[in-house]
């Protein structure tokens, strides 16, 4: 009997503990995080955009009248004067080419072929293909006069006029030149617009009724 008494005593004794604890909740801490949270802008690093452009120098090009000193006295008596001469065609431009023997210049209309042609590579290697096939492009100074039609066809008129330059330097030149296509006058033009219809082509569009 003692001992069940004694075992009652100690169970009570642990249920008036348990009681306590949940009685009191504040004995356990539990950190809470709090209502407001202060936010600083000016904590945050702040990234400036910096955007640099960079200008890209103008091409240093000689002055019309230094070219047009320098091809008069490479070319005493004019164009026609001169021995290896040839003309080229091409659509409705036209181009009368002298060849001396240089460094490899190439001068149209008393300015710089790279500022005449406006730097388009495809132009540029119109005019240099002929000489490049026969190995002769730092042997030659090439003058050109170009009119008519735009700088694509004139810059296609110029290789034919190199072309048919380079055949007064040599006859052995024809073989390569012709394999290559460079003798060949392109004849195409543009088609002339027809009566009724709105381009060479084109029909206006078909109307039943």
């Not at 950190?31 to 240093?60: C, G, M, N």
């Not at 004019?78 to 036209?94: D, E, P, V």
């Not at 210049?105 to 026969?134: C, H, M, S």
């Amino acid at each position: 009997m003692a001992l069940s008494i004694s075992s009652l005593t100690s169970s009570l004794s642990s249920l008036s503990f348990s009681s306590q604890i949940s009685r009191n909740p504040s004995s356990i801490s539990i950190a809470q995080p709090p209502k407001t949270l202060p936010i600083s802008l000016s904590s945050k690093p702040t990234r400036s955009l910096s955007i640099s452009a960079t200008v890209a120098a103008p091409v240093e090009t000689e002055p019309v009248e230094n070219l047009k000193k320098f091809v008069k006295s490479r070319l005493p008596g004019g164009f026609a004067a001169q021995t290896i001469i040839g003309t080229g065609r091409r659509k409705c431009a036209i181009a009368r080419v002298v060849l001396q023997e240089g460094t490899g210049k190439f001068i149209i209309n008393y300015r710089d072929a790279k500022e005449y042609l406006q730097g388009n590579p495809l132009w540029l290697q119109y005019i240099k293909v002929p000489l490049v096939t026969l190995g002769y492009e730092t042997s030659y100074d090439v003058f050109v006069k170009a009119h008519g039609g735009g700088l694509s066809g004139q810059a296609q008129a110029i290789s034919l006029g190199i072309a048919r330059a380079l055949l007064k330097v040599s006859a052995d030149h024809r073989s390569p030149l012709k394999k290559e296509g460079l003798l060949t006058r392109d004849s195409r033009v543009v088609e002339r617009k027809k009566v009724g219809l709105k381009k060479a082509r084109k029909a206006p569009q078909f109307s039943k009724r």
